[in-house]
């Protein structure tokens, strides 16, 4: 079984930082790709950022050049550095990822439980 768990949420004053982890843990193959979602309450979830095993990334309009997605391939660990904060990027953020399992299997996707951003003074 795989497991996605996010941390590094919390409240933080408009310009500020925060940088979020995701570790996948349990029987992992091959991650694929992984990606950071936000949704806040009546919206649909976005994708805000997305990084694949060749290292290609893509991020949503309204944070380039203030998010930076990123991965510790030996941890299994994705991160997402956040700088700049706004109160609209106040949100919960989850991760998810695309996993092969076992070799030769369909890939698989996976989602984290959340973690509360909040940005405000």
């Known amino acids: 079984q795989v497991q996605l768990v996010e941390s590094g949420g919390g409240l933080v004053q408009p310009g500020g930082s925060l940088r979020l982890s995701c570790a996948a843990s349990g029987s992992i193959f091959r991650i694929v790709a992984m990606a950071w979602y936000r949704q806040t309450p009546g919206k649909q979830r976005e994708l805000v950022a997305s990084v694949r095993s060749d290292g290609s990334t893509t991020y949503v309009a309204s944070v380039k050049g203030r998010f930076t997605i990123s991965g510790d391939n030996a941890k299994n660990t994705l991160y997402l550095q956040m700088n700049s904060l706004k109160p609209a990027d106040t949100a919960i953020y989850s991760c998810?990822?695309?996993?092969?399992?076992?070799?030769?299997?369909?890939?698989?996707?996976?989602w984290g439980q959340g973690t509360q951003v909040t940005v405000s003074s």
């Open positions: 998810a990822a695309n996993i092969e399992v076992v070799p030769g299997t369909p890939i698989q996707n996976y």
